[in-house]
């Protein structure tokens, strides 16, 4: 079942409020997607712009599977979420891309 966003759009959520996020979240707006953030802090540059923003720790599996909930996919502006937190949300039936596999 695909996840929307308030106006119908996809939900895309991007583990990482840095630049990237920010340049993605510009982005998404012109390919019809909701962009969620994971950010640090509310200060982080891709939370001063988008929406769904949420503030949490990239390094807590609990911040991240209840920041999964409700995106379609999760992806990451940085490799810095351990590999063995990703093995275990695609345990869990979350959808992570690129996958665990790609940070080996």
Do not use: W, Y
């Not at 969620?36 to 599977?65: E, F, M, P, Y």
């Amino acid at each position: 079942m695909a996840i929307r966003g308030p106006i119908g759009m996809p939900v895309v959520g991007m583990v990482g409020g840095g630049q990237l996020s920010r340049m993605t979240h510009q982005a998404s707006i012109s390919l019809g997607l909701s962009l969620k953030v994971l950010a640090d802090a509310t200060h982080d540059s891709a939370a001063l712009v988008a929406n769904g923003v949420t503030v949490g720790d990239h390094t807590s599996l609990d911040d991240l599977r209840a920041f999964a909930q409700g995106c379609e996919v999760v992806t990451f502006d940085h490799e810095h979420v351990p590999g063995g937190l990703l093995e275990a949300m695609e345990a869990e039936g979350l959808r992570i891309a690129p996958g665990s596999t790609a940070l080996r």
